[in-house]
């Protein structure tokens, strides 16, 4: 539908600029692989929301401008945002042949699936290996051990917290079967190297 608005020059007047080119063609066409790479519906809404991003970061339009267009609600809207922020600048880490579970994870986790799918469609095979490998395997795996857990050990409590956790979180993500003692140990270990 977008290619044939484009060709009819009705894409100008929702700010997405002409004609669509045979490459842009070939991207609008993988959303719906993308989509299906990450066990999703290859339509619906998170696929039209892609389409939408994609055409966007092609023309230069910002998300502002699309949203207000189609007065596109609060979570649609964020997913569109977050879509063209992703697009315009894909995480560094998603590059590279070989990176650690935990890089992939952080580097992913707070894109949505619109964001996620259009970093699909628009990255080398690496990325896309990457992307698979967070939205299958590691989406969903949290730290076993609280902030309780750093109190009960003996810990101050402070701002670095999060920060602690997150280190817990990384051992969990980079070493298959880490224990939640192996955890604390490294948020305690975060915690001592910055009250140094």
């Known amino acids: 539908m977008l290619v044939r608005m484009g060709e009819l020059g009705l894409l100008g007047t929702m700010h997405l600029g002409g004609p669509i080119s045979h490459e842009l063609q070939t991207s609008l066409e993988q959303v719906r692989a993308a989509l299906e790479a990450l066990d999703a519906p290859g339509t619906g809404r998170a696929a039209a929301l892609c389409h939408l991003a994609l055409v ?73 290996r990457h992307i698979q490998q967070y939205w299958r395997e590691l989406r969903h795996i949290e730290s076993d051990i609280t902030g309780e857990d750093l109190l009960a050990a003996g810990a101050p409590p402070g701002a670095a917290f999060s920060q602690a956790l997150r280190e817990a979180l990384r051992v969990k993500l980079n070493v298959p079967g880490a224990s939640p003692e192996e955890q604390l140990q490294a948020a305690l270990e975060y915690l001592e190297s910055v009250q140094q």
């Open 56 to 128: 966007a970061h092609n023309a230069g339009t910002a998300a502002a401008t699309l949203i207000d267009y189609l007065q596109l609600p609060g979570e649609d809207g964020a997913s569109l945002t977050q879509a063209l922020i992703a697009l315009s600048s894909p995480p560094p880490e998603l590059e590279a042949a070989s990176v650690s579970p935990a890089d992939i994870y952080f580097a992913l986790q707070h894109y949505s699936l619109v964001a996620i799918a259009a970093l699909w469609v628009n990255g080398p095979a690496a990325r896309r």
